[in-house]
């Protein structure tokens, strides 16, 4: 197990506390509006049980460039529902502004900051010394006594809110943290092979580090690809011969590479569902010409399912298909109770996947369902995670 403090190791009472959570939340892109509110409320019981404090929340949202790259302004709104009381907001990261709303704050009272990748060093990585050095954490680190890390999902980032207040100030674990490290340092110790990764979504880049980090790490024997990294794969291996669009043709050489390095490891998809004439129709992949697929097909799901059912551990991250529409929800739902009723050890990584476990009824059935995606698997591939560091040092730190 881990060695970090959680807490109840900080006398928290009465002080100014940084809490560090991941409330990144998929958006709507034609309505702006938050889709899912899972992670605002895992976020709400540390906050919740920090009730004696004056709690200074921190998250980022979306990425610079993205649709869902906005205020959380919204996230407040959600965040004070859930704790039946009004959380204060501050359109500022650092400034004089964030810095006065800070120092006004009471006991009791929680105070959300803007989104922290408005402030640019929030997007880049740093060392440990020099993450304590940027004007995000000089700036507000003198007007707080205490951080708590809990943004699990955000594990994997070397950010300068998740490894940089850690060095200057007591910092301990968040309750989701603790919670998540437990479930999966239990798991991990008693997973077997073979190791199944079942990949789908839209985050085709964290896709490809984590198949690699997965593979090398012998983390993966098969590698099922559903989703637009499926697209990727299947250009890469010439299966498709029109280009892709250039958002997503541009990671066709990196996965070229993959393929000849592990081509053993990797299931890709041979049939697609398309739309035509408002049904879903099955085509071989090789015909699929420039229609838009939304799901894999029949074929893909049942190759798909048996390889889920003879595995040792299962990790699916990512829906197969466009489950939002009628007809298209076929491979998420038939992917997800091969994984909810194999005798696999399982792990299910949240947001669109949470919805549609609920919607089946099956979410109990999963060993651990995590809110966490590329951090996640990083960590299930054994990488070394920058949030775990941080909290490692300062419980070095505070024992000496
Ligand atoms: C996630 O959703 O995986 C985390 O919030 C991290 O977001 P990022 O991949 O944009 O750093």
């Not at 669009?245 to 996965?255: G, H, I, N």
């Not at 669109?352 to 476990?357: A, D």
Request: hydrophobic share 45%; proline share 4%.
């Amino acid at each position: 197990m881990v060695d970090f403090l959680s807490i109840d190791d900080l006398e928290l009472a009465g002080k100014k506390v940084f809490v560090r959570v991941d409330i990144n939340t998929p958006v709507d892109p034609s309505s702006g509006r938050l889709m899912d509110l899972g992670r605002i409320r895992e976020a709400s019981v540390t906050i919740r049980a920090l009730s004696k404090s004056a709690v200074v929340v921190g998250s980022h949202q979306g990425r610079v460039g993205r649709s869902d790259y906005i205020s959380l302004k919204q996230h407040r709104e959600a965040l004070s529902k859930m704790l039946g009381t009004e959380v204060k907001f501050v359109e500022d990261v650092f400034g004089e502004a964030a810095r006065n709303a800070i120092d006004r704050l009471n006991e009791g009272e929680v105070l959300m900051l803007e989104n922290l990748r408005f402030a640019a060093e929030e997007n880049y990585e740093y060392s440990f010394e020099d993450a304590a050095k940027t004007h995000l954490v000089s700036n507000l680190a003198p007007h707080l006594d205490a951080c708590v890390l809990d943004a699990f999902p955000t594990a994997h980032r070397a950010h300068p809110s998740i490894v940089g207040f850690a060095e200057v100030l007591p910092t301990c674990a968040g309750l989701l943290v603790a919670r998540e490290l437990k479930a999966l340092t239990r798991i991990i110790a008693t997973s077997k092979a073979p190791y199944t990764a079942v990949l789908g979504g839209a985050k085709v880049s964290d896709r490809l580090e984590a198949i690699n980090a997965l593979i090398s790490n012998g983390k993966a024997d098969n590698v099922l690809l559903t989703g637009l990294i499926a697209l990727v794969f299947l250009r890469a291996a010439k299966v498709l011969k029109a280009s892709l669009d250039p958002e997503l043709e541009r990671y066709v050489p990196k996965a070229a590479e993959l393929l000849s390095r592990y081509r053993e490891n990797f299931h890709l998809p041979e049939d697609l569902a398309i739309m035509k004439d408002g049904e879903r129709v099955e085509v071989d992949v090789r015909e699929l010409g420039d229609a838009k697929p939304l799901d894999i097909g029949i074929k893909t799901i049942d190759k798909f399912s048996r390889i889920i059912k003879s595995s040792g551990t299962v990790y699916m991250s990512g829906p197969p298909g466009a489950f939002e529409l009628k007809g298209f929800e076929k491979g998420t739902h038939e992917l997800l109770m091969a994984t909810a009723t194999s005798l696999a050890t399982t792990i299910v990584s949240g947001g669109h996947l949470t919805t549609s476990m609920e919607t089946l009824g099956v979410k109990e059935w999963i060993d651990h369902v995590s809110t966490a995606g590329g951090a996640l698997v990083m960590f299930l591939a054994g990488e070394r995670l920058p949030l775990i560091e941080a909290l490692k040092r300062a419980a070095a730190r505070h024992k000496r």
